[in-house]
């Protein structure tokens, strides 16, 4: 791949630097595969947001045009070969608790756009399904029979009734990010544009999880649960035909957990896991399809992801991670600390169809080719071009950044952990020089990435890069449990912070080998979500680092079991028992148990909406500090989720980041 490297640099990378990245997103290739339209976004700090505009690549001119500048676009599908639908994100002011949602369309040869249709419902994913007919998923809303005043009789609805108080009668009532959920489902329906009707498709007690549609098909996987039933882990397979209005449900929900649907030829496809070895949350999909005896057949066995999990805080956007064609399926891969694309053949082989180091984040297939967004040459996201298997950048989104601000390559490195072999990476400090290393000694950072089952890689990280530009080593690895490897290596279950505690510590002693100018009385350590975790544990069971940066963190298992939005399900999976089974087990395993060991200066992040790991966990661990005399710092964003640091509002991003590396700076610079 061509584009400039770090000696080309001028001016430091800044903290506010983020609000000047543009990120790539949703990915479309028209049916003829000449073009591809996807969505650029980028921070507004004035609206404290993402402006979203319309981008088209094409592939005979190798060409890439805007197409829309209002900064309100949503994605977009394709109507026929010059024609995209797209759905503006502009308040629209509907009626409070009846939401609309508005599609455009535009001729990509005149740019010019209409008004198309409006959908009485709040929609998330759309498809054209020919004859003026749209599959939509959208979200619906289960009346409360048991309020104050209870309805003479049951409506189904997609309006959500507004109340000033919350209601909770069932679990999940909250998810994170989208705040009280109770009595909503995602469910299918098919909009009617000429008769303008709206009817529903799946049953009402379903969450609808993956879906897809050709051919006037429409293929979805969706949960049942009911108030007075658990929501489990599994999915079931079902597909609608518009033109006769025939629903065949393919496959229950009590076997599989499903992660995707598509068509091939015609026949219906699933990706998904029974999790007999490694449980449902762990163990790796394969590729299913449906036998002569209407029985879920296997095609390719897979023991790796089936999606890409490295971590960076330079996305935003959606993610296409697999698409079906006569192939097989074509779907994102963590290998290692890289996001591939790979395809999975009917045959039952497996290819890896890109090999370049970084991480391909969303994809399009074209004529002979794949365009992707993606993480490459230490640089942020730009689209590639993958064709005869050679990769060419095609844009400069972000040249500006890339070629005008220093930054440091990280620096692959292996060492023993505590079975086995791992792969940790090194980012120096900006300006580091090896021979003048033995007279200079250098702070550091010891990062940790959430998941468990995620990864780090080689690729651009923003905060990271803004701390080797202020005279930090960040270090960073992924220890057991990570993703990239097999079904094996990602299973820590009721093994929590025992394993990686060793794979930790070996690395950092690692480093500080492989690099002497490392200062071992400077060492910090963060981290987010998982790696929260790993910060609250690592502090309370050593004392080898200076201070911490603990965000959205977990404090105590038995607490999670009641609070979390993953119910009780993740603790059940991740014990193999429930909380009055085996409470020291949960307790052994928590970081708040050890605490009263605690002697490093802490600063805790947290989000106030934090549904996934609450809040109430960060208050746990600032508080347990501050009783026995520690000094710990307390931030609580307002409004603010779980995706804070990768999706949250830019003002909220940018004093997160000043946060923690004042933090930083603080207690590990001379």
């Given at each position: 791949m061509k584009g400039k490297g770090d000696d080309d640099v001028k001016r430091r990378l800044e903290i506010e630097d983020l609000l000047r990245y543009r990120f790539l997103s949703s990915l479309k290739a028209s049916e003829n595969k000449k073009h591809?339209?996807?969505?650029?976004?980028?921070?507004?700090?004035?609206?404290?947001?993402?402006?979203?505009?319309?981008?088209?690549?094409?592939?005979?001119?190798?060409?890439?045009?805007?197409?829309?500048?209002?900064?309100?676009?949503?994605?977009?599908?394709?109507?026929?070969q010059s024609h995209v639908l797209f759905a503006s994100k502009e308040d629209l002011g509907a009626e409070p608790g009846?939401?609309?949602?508005?599609?455009?369309?535009?001729?990509?040869?005149?740019?010019?756009?209409?008004?198309?249709?409006?959908?009485?419902?709040?929609?998330?994913?759309?498809?054209?399904?020919?004859?003026?007919?749209?599959?939509?998923?959208?979200?619906?809303?289960?009346?409360?029979?048991?309020?104050?005043?209870?309805?003479?009789?049951?409506?189904?609805?997609?309006?959500?009734e507004e109340r000033d108080y919350i209601i909770a009668d069932e679990l999940p009532f909250r998810q994170d990010g989208m705040g009280i959920t109770n009595g909503m489902r995602y469910r299918v329906f098919v909009y009617d544009r000429k008769e303008d009707t709206l009817n529903a498709v799946s049953d009402k007690w379903q969450n609808v999880e993956s879906i897809n549609a050709k051919d006037g098909k429409i293929i979805?996987?969706?949960?049942?649960?009911q108030k007075t039933e658990p929501y489990l882990f599994y999915g079931d397979v079902e597909v609608y035909d518009s033109s006769t209005g025939v629903l065949d449900v393919l496959m229950d929900d009590h076997t599989y957990r499903v992660y995707g649907v598509d068509f091939i030829g015609g026949e219906p496809v699933f990706i998904g896991t029974r999790g007999l070895q490694h449980g449902y949350q762990n163990e790796n999909s394969s590729f299913y399809r449906?036998?002569?005896?209407?029985?879920?057949?296997?095609?390719?066995?897979?023991?790796?992801?089936?999606?890409?999990?490295?971590?960076?805080?330079?996305?935003?956007?959606?993610?296409?991670e697999y698409i079906a064609d006569e192939e097989g399926v074509y779907y994102l891969s963590t290998e290692e600390g890289d996001a591939v694309i790979k395809l999975a053949g009917l045959d039952g082989n497996i290819e890896t169809v890109s090999c370049e180091e970084g991480s391909v984040d969303d994809f399009a297939l074209l004529d002979g080719k794949i365009i992707y967004a993606g993480l490459h040459e230490n640089r942020p996201q730009?689209?590639?071009?993958?064709?005869?298997?050679?990769?060419?950048?095609?844009?400069?989104?972000?040249?500006?950044?890339?070629?005008?601000?220093?930054?440091?390559?990280?620096?692959?490195?292996?060492?023993?952990?505590?079975?086995?072999?791992?792969?940790?990476?090194?980012?120096?400090?900006?300006?580091?020089?090896?021979?003048?290393?033995?007279?200079?000694?250098?702070?550091?950072?010891?990062?940790?990435?959430?998941?468990?089952?995620?990864?780090?890689?080689?690729?651009?990280?923003?905060?990271?890069?803004?701390w080797a530009n202020r005279g930090f080593f960040v270090i960073y690895c992924n220890p057991r449990g990570s993703d990239g490897r097999d079904d094996c290596f990602a299973d820590v279950i009721g093994r929590y912070g025992f394993y990686e505690e060793a794979d930790l510590l070996a690395f950092r002693d690692a480093c500080l080998k492989a690099y002497p100018a490392m200062d071992p009385q400077r060492m910090g350590i963060g981290g987010g979500s998982y790696g929260g975790f790993l910060t609250n544990w690592m502090i309370s069971r050593?004392?080898?680092?200076?201070?911490?940066?603990?965000?959205?963190?977990?404090?105590?298992?038995?607490?999670?079991?009641?609070?979390?939005?993953?119910?009780?399900?993740?603790?059940?999976?991740?014990?193999?028992?429930?909380?009055?089974?085996?409470?020291?087990?949960?307790?052994q395993h928590s970081p708040l148990k050890y605490a009263e060991n605690c002697h490093t200066p802490t600063l805790f992040i947290h989000a106030e909406n934090d549904y996934r790991c609450p809040v109430s966990e960060g208050i746990s661990m600032f508080q347990a500090l501050k009783?026995?005399?520690?000094?710990?710092?307390?931030?609580?964003?307002?409004?603010?989720?779980?995706?804070?640091?990768?999706?949250?509002?830019?003002?909220?991003?940018?004093?997160?980041?000043?946060?923690?590396?004042?933090?930083?700076?603080k207690h590990l610079q001379p």
């Open positions: 591809c339209v996807f969505n650029v976004h980028q921070a507004n700090l004035e609206k404290n947001g993402y402006d979203s505009d319309l981008y088209l690549y094409d592939a005979q001119t190798e060409g890439i045009r805007r197409l829309t500048d209002s900064g309100s676009a949503g994605s977009a599908i394709w109507l026929d009846k939401p609309v949602t508005e599609y455009f369309v535009m001729d990509i040869d005149s740019g010019e756009s209409q008004f198309y249709m409006r959908i009485p419902a709040e929609v998330n994913w759309i498809s054209d399904l020919g004859g003026g007919k749209f599959a939509c998923l959208a979200k619906s809303y289960i009346p409360d029979e048991g309020g104050p005043e209870p309805k003479t009789a049951e409506k189904e609805t997609w309006y959500h979805f996987s969706a949960r049942k649960f449906f036998g002569k005896a209407g029985e879920p057949e296997r095609f390719c066995y897979n023991d790796r992801s089936v999606s890409n999990t490295v971590g960076t805080d330079v996305k935003y956007g959606g993610v296409t730009e689209l590639y071009l993958l064709r005869e298997g050679e990769t060419v950048r095609v844009s400069s989104f972000n040249s500006e950044i890339a070629d005008t601000c220093t930054r440091s390559r990280p620096v692959a490195i292996t060492f023993p952990g505590r079975e086995m072999s791992l792969t940790g990476f090194v980012i120096k400090p900006v300006g580091f020089e090896e021979e003048k290393a033995e007279a200079e000694s250098y702070p550091s950072i010891l990062y940790i990435h959430g998941g468990h089952k995620c990864a780090f890689g080689p690729v651009f990280f923003h905060e990271m890069q803004v050593t004392d080898c680092f200076k201070c911490a940066v603990s965000q959205r963190g977990i404090a105590s298992w038995n607490g999670m079991f009641f609070t979390s939005d993953t119910n009780y399900l993740f603790p059940c999976w991740s014990f193999e028992n429930d909380v009055w089974m085996d409470p020291e087990r949960y307790w009783f026995k005399g520690i000094e710990a710092r307390l931030c609580i964003f307002k409004g603010e989720s779980h995706g804070l640091s990768r999706s949250g509002k830019p003002r909220s991003r940018i004093k997160r980041l000043k946060e923690m590396t004042n933090w930083y700076e």
